[in-house]
């Protein structure tokens, strides 16, 4: 293949592509850059509101809430210790309400900037506050298991913004249609505070509540009774999360292929256009068949946008395992304090029956050597040490039952709200499916229409 | 019949011109077996020499008869011939004629690879006017080069190769080619011949030549300029197509391993289990309509852009030699017009000055024999001169009457082989196509079962799809519009 780079007809479509990005970047101040090329370049990509379903009585009914722009900001002269100014991209996020119902929500149409990090706080602060939802996830931060031309880009490309503009919007819709996150107050402030809502959210005190990573490690391998059915969920979220990612690994690199086979068939166009200078009888056809090439070569780009979008949809459910596994690691979290409980009170009860003599200590214990030693405890000691083991093992019976009543009230919404996502999966990857199969039905015939004109063209040759 | 009453004229013709030294300038390398050799080349010979009557007549039995095709070749049945030292290939080339010159109406001989590019050679130096079709090239790795796939394709090339041979009306008369197709044993007639030493002659001769042409016809500058661009597109076109199938057959493979991965998928849901099922045998079909496809570029378009290319470079050889043919012409006649020049000169001259007179010869006496030499070179030379004169006639006529069959057969075989191509991919997309048609009907079906708001979803995005249709109606317009 060493010869191929120094000849001009040598096939390449990398320089293609890079002629075209030129295009697009040329304009003026990066700062339009994600604007311009969102409102330019290409149509903006539909949300995919068709996957949402709507509850009866959920605030999406009544109100309209769109991302509809992106901007590229600069930190007021806040530059950081790297000298490198704080460069970010804002969202702006549209609220109207269609009907004033008692959502709690204020009149009109609002619309706000939000940047990426407020939604990840808004996100936060609802998975805190309702630890049994699986709550919505956010479009990653990065772009993983991309078409490969994609995953070359930074975090300020046009279409890596555009498609977080997209995933966004059906984030803040699928909790609009969430039936309890849709009536909590932040993620209206989110919607219409402009002014202090990191505040309000702050002062919320979620992240007091906030499980850390190594409680909830030390839960999940202490576990002396898992409960069955969320260690299946567990399982299944990893199965799910497994599959898709080979899934779309596949399809990445299957879409890789198809849309170098098509930029390489752009080759074929420019050759068979110099040909037809040579040729009496064959140069029209010749002509024209290149024409069809490079029809070829350009109608991949459309398809491959709509591809990715595809593939985004498929992707939420990677993070929708994720956020399945934190309402199991939540239910273990739990499980693992009601156990604690449970060992507290047991432990206290038989320090009590030791204490008053009625069950003999099972094992070498200090309190055996000291009765040996010093003859056994006066009846007065012994009762005062009953008297504060009573007192501890009502509070530890106090707590358990505490605990028992939260557990058992989070296992029973939470299993509510996994019945819930499982029919809301189910829906959406079927969609999800027709979908790709709708896009590969068009794509083969756009490839059968383009590929019979070649035919007639090489036929009348 | 009209053949077999030419290769009657050019028998009789022959023992004439055998006689003239000049005019066999190719059995210079004589050896004890010099007249077998001649008694093979003599008929051929003719058709250049004696050519005009001969090469005119090619052109117009093509015209006049094209269907009547008195000689079929066919190669096929390759068989493996495993020994110690050596391990090769044999192909079964069968041959069915209705011609005179063949004792028998079939011929079945089996022959090597080797022996072809005997043939080709032999075809080579004796028809040196004519384009000789190109032989497959040899494999770069011995070790593939038993293999079924690389023997397929070969024996398929070897094929087109006799195909292309018989085809033609006056290199199908060649000696050379008869013994080829009927001689039991071919071992013993290519030995006979020195082949090596004569090509590299003939390949210095044709590559000093090019350049030193006094006035060559534009039509023919015009041949080489379009052979070498049309090499030069045909190895684009190879290059392009050798890297898509590269990219093609990833592709299959990526497709073969994309079904399975939904299958799997499946065995982990209980209700989308039916779904992605399907999706994952939809997937499996789309892999085969990949293979399928790479599988006929494999098998038609490559092969047929590789002959094309090989073919050019006959082409170009065949250009090489008209040109030496006539620079030779050049030379003669250069040669011939300094002689009599000379020969006037020494009319004219004083001789009392020149070698002989001072050695005591008498100056008239020089003059005479001088002139006596060179009247006796003129006359050899312009008799050279009048055959290469018809030799490059003969050469131009061969080279335009195979230009214009050459471009006849390239013009059908590029239209099919890209034709081929063309239906190749929309069967791929077609089957494509119906297995995705098929699987979005489960799809809704199943959505349908599972609930009722499917249906509108769907049908919200059912437009887009005819909207693809009509998109290209519209692609094809603006492309009926540019070619106005």
């Known amino acids: ?461 | 019949m009209s053949a077999n009453m030419a290769d009657e004229t050019q028998k009789t013709d022959s023992r004439d011109v055998e006689e003239d030294p000049l005019q066999n300038p190719l059995s210079s390398g004589t050896d004890d077996e010099e007249d077998i050799i001649a008694v093979i080349r003599a008929p051929a010979k003719v058709s250049s020499t004696e050519g005009r009557p001969s090469a005119i007549m090619g052109s117009m039995k093509l015209e006049e008869e094209p269907d009547v095709k008195d000689l079929f070749i066919t190669v096929d049945d390759f068989q493996k011939h495993v020994f110690t030292i050596d391990t090769y290939i044999t192909y079964r080339v069968f041959t069915r004629t209705t011609r005179s010159a063949f004792d028998e109406p079939e011929y079945s001989v089996r022959r090597r690879y080797q022996d072809f590019l005997w043939l080709r050679q032999k075809l080579l130096e004796t028809e040196e006017t004519h384009i000789i079709p190109p032989l497959p090239e040899k494999h770069s790795m011995r070790m593939d080069r038993l293999s079924k796939d690389f023997t397929i394709t070969r024996q398929a090339a070897l094929h087109k190769f006799m195909q292309r041979i018989s085809e033609h009306p006056v290199v199908s008369f060649n000696e050379y080619l008869k013994v080829f197709l009927t001689a039991k044993e071919l071992t013993s007639h290519r030995k006979a011949s020195s082949g090596i030493v004569s090509r590299i002659g003939s390949t210095i001769k044709t590559t000093t030549s090019a350049l030193m042409l006094k006035n060559r016809s534009p039509e023919f500058t015009m041949m080489t300029e379009y052979i070498n661009t049309f090499a030069e597109k045909m190895s684009s076109v190879d290059r392009i197509s050798q890297r898509i199938l590269k990219e093609q057959m990833d592709l299959g493979a990526e497709y073969e391993s994309y079904g399975p991965t939904y299958r799997l998928w499946g065995n982990s849901e209980v209700e989308l289990a039916d779904t992605l099922g399907s999706l994952g045998d939809c997937l499996d079909k789309c892999a085969k309509s990949v293979k399928d496809m790479t599988l006929s570029i494999e098998t038609n378009f490559l092969p047929a852009a590789k002959e094309y290319m090989l073919y050019s470079d006959a082409v170009k050889g065949t250009l090489r030699k008209r040109d030496y043919i006539q620079m030779e012409y050049e030379l003669a006649c250069e040669e011939l017009t300094r002689k009599k020049n000379e020969r006037e000169q020494v009319k004219i001259s004083d001789q009392n000055y020149s070698l002989g007179a001072i050695m005591g010869k008498d100056p008239s006496d020089v003059k005479e024999a001088k002139s006596t030499k060179l009247e006796s070179q003129i006359d050899k030379l312009q008799k050279q001169v009048d055959f290469l004169s018809d030799k490059s006639e003969v050469a131009n006529a061969d080279m335009k009457a195979d230009m214009e069959r050459w471009h006849r057969n390239k013009r059908k075989d590029v239209k099919e082989m890209f034709t081929g191509l063309a239906a190749g991919q929309v069967e791929s997309y077609k089957q494509c196509l119906d297995a995705w048609e098929e699987v979005i009907e489960v799809l809704k079906s199943e959505k349908r079962h599972s609930d009722d708001v499917g249906n509108s979803l769907f049908q919200t995005s059912e437009p887009s799809v005819h909207a693809a249709g009509g998109g290209d109606s519209q692609l094809n317009g603006r492309e009926e519009d540019e070619k106005e």
């Open chain 1, 1 to 461: 293949m060493a010869d191929v780079t120094g000849d001009p007809s040598a096939p390449s479509y990398d320089s293609e592509l890079l002629s075209d990005q030129q295009d697009t970047s040329g304009p003026t101040s990066i700062g339009d850059l994600a604007r311009i090329a969102a409102k330019n370049r290409k149509p903006k990509l539909p949300h995919w509101t068709s996957l949402i379903d709507c509850q009866d009585g959920t605030l999406l009914e009544q109100v309209e809430i769109c991302v509809t722009e992106q901007e590229k900001r600069t930190g007021a002269a806040r530059t950081t210790s790297m000298g490198m100014k704080d460069v970010y991209t804002v969202y702006l996020v549209e609220t109207r309400v269609k009907e004033s119902g008692g959502q709690g929500l204020g009149e009109g149409h609002t619309s706000l900037w939000r940047r990426y990090s407020e939604f990840e706080l808004l996100r936060n602060y609802l998975v805190v506050t309702y630890s049994y939802v699986i709550v919505p996830p956010l479009p990653e931060k990065r772009m993983t298991l991309m078409w490969q031309q994609m995953s070359t880009v930074d975090n300020f490309d046009a279409d890596f913004i555009e498609r977080r503009r997209v995933g966004l919007e059906g984030f803040l819709q699928r909790v609009g249609a969430h039936q309890t996150l849709c009536e909590d107050g932040i993620f209206h402030g989110f919607l219409q505070k402009e002014d202090s809502w990191k505040e309000a959210v702050h002062a919320t005190g979620f992240q007091a509540k906030q499980d850390s990573r190594l409680k909830s490690l030390n839960a999940s391998f202490r576990l002396k009774k898992p409960d069955r059915k969320f260690e299946d969920l567990k399982n299944y979220a990893s199965e799910l999360q497994g599959n898709i990612t080979a899934v779309l690994k596949v399809r990445a690199k299957l879409v890789d292929r198809l849309y170098g086979i098509h930029k390489i068939h752009g080759n074929y166009g420019r050759v068979f256009s110099e040909w037809s200078g040579i040729e009496q009888e064959m140069g029209d056809g010749l002509q024209s068949a290149g024409h069809f090439m490079d029809a070829y070569k350009d109608y991949i780009d459309d398809y491959m946008n709509e591809e990715e979008q595809i593939a985004d949809q498929l992707k939420e459910y990677i993070y929708f395992a994720d956020a399945l596994k934190s309402v199991c690691r939540k239910q273990e979290v739990l499980q693992y304090e009601l156990e604690k409980a449970g060992d507290l009170l047991a432990a206290k009860t038989l320090q009590k029956e030791q204490v008053m003599g009625n069950a003999p200590s099972r094992s070498f214990s200090l309190r055996g050597m000291r009765s040996k030693i010093f003859g056994p405890e006066s009846q007065e000691s012994k009762d005062a040490q009953t008297k504060v083991l009573e007192e501890q093992i009502e509070e530890c019976e106090q707590h358990l039952k505490q605990a028992t009543q939260e557990t058992e009230a989070f296992i029973e919404s939470a299993l509510v709200e996994v019945e819930r996502f499982k029919k809301q999966r189910t829906t959406d990857l079927k969609e999800i499916f027709i979908n790709y199969a709708i896009l590969q039905i068009k794509i083969s015939k756009r490839g059968i229409a383009v590929w019979t004109n070649m035919k007639d063209c090489f036929q009348k040759m």
